[in-house]
Nanobody, 122 residues
Framework: QVQLVESGGGMVQAGGSLRLSCTASGRTFSTSSMGWFRRAPGKEREFVAAISWSGGHTNYADSVKGRFTISQNNAKNTVYLQMISLKPEDTAVYYC???????????????WGQGTQVTVSS
């Protein structure tokens, strides 16, 4: 099992910034990628960004490219999501995911965090 603990959510005005953190523990060696997903009110959960533990290969949703940056600290088993120029439409619960990413939508042996709320006011 892999446990994921997220932190860093909160409320910010449009144009502001937040940084989310996700720390993994347990059988982290069984995972090759970590990512962030989000679920806005009344919408389905969607992919935001992902990074591979080795090599740091990254993927981003088109809606966040240029504004969000995913990074990792392997020594701390932690992945970060730096968000700038936030918009009201970024309001959602953000979830950390760990596993073997096959595509941004398909993951093998994956695990989820409990989610952290991000609210962007206009």
């Amino acid at each position: 099992q892999v446990q994921l603990v997220e932190s860093g959510g909160g409320m910010v005005q449009a144009g502001g910034s937040l940084r989310l953190s996700c720390t993994a523990s347990g059988r982290t060696f069984s995972t090759s990628s970590m990512g962030w997903f989000r679920r806005a009110p009344g919408k389905e959960r969607e992919f935001v960004a992902a990074i591979s533990w080795s090599g740091g290969h990254t993927n981003y949703a088109d809606s966040v490219k240029g504004r969000f940056t995913i990074s990792q600290n392997n020594a701390k088993n932690t992945v970060y999501l730096q968000m700038i120029s936030l918009k009201p439409e970024d309001t959602a619960v953000y979830y950390c995911r760990a596993g073997a990413m096959i595509t941004t939508a398909t993951w093998g042996e994956d695990y989820w965090g409990q989610g952290t709320q991000v609210t962007v006011s206009s």
